[in-house]
């Protein structure tokens, strides 16, 4: 996890795994849990995707708690929650 989580401070981006990868899977079950939305792909904005500020931080603290550090001000402001779990 330490590799993975330099990666995402050289790269910013959280995960680098291929689709369908246990990190992508995981990630991306973090955000679905703390969004209204039903998109599956999530492609949009954070707020768009029915984000709120408070989501946004338990997002950032789940993460972090996987040694994972993105500001909660990064993922309430995304316009595309997507690029944190794939590119």
């Not at 992508?24 to 954070?46: M, N, P, V």
């Not at 500001?71 to 794939?86: K, L, M, R, W, Y």
Request: charged share 25%; net charge negative; glycine share 12%.
């Amino acid at each position: 996890l330490q590799a993975e989580a330099q990666q995402i401070h050289d790269t910013g981006v959280i995960c680098n795994a291929i689709e369908g990868g246990a990190c992508y899977t995981e990630i991306l079950g973090i955000f679905r849990a703390r969004l209204s939305s039903s998109a599956t792909d999530l492609q949009g904005g954070f707020r768009e995707l029915g984000g709120d500020s408070l989501g946004a931080v338990e997002i950032s603290a789940e993460l972090h708690d996987r040694g994972i550090d993105i500001d909660p001000a990064e993922i309430f402001d995304s316009t595309n929650v997507a690029q944190f779990v794939d590119e």
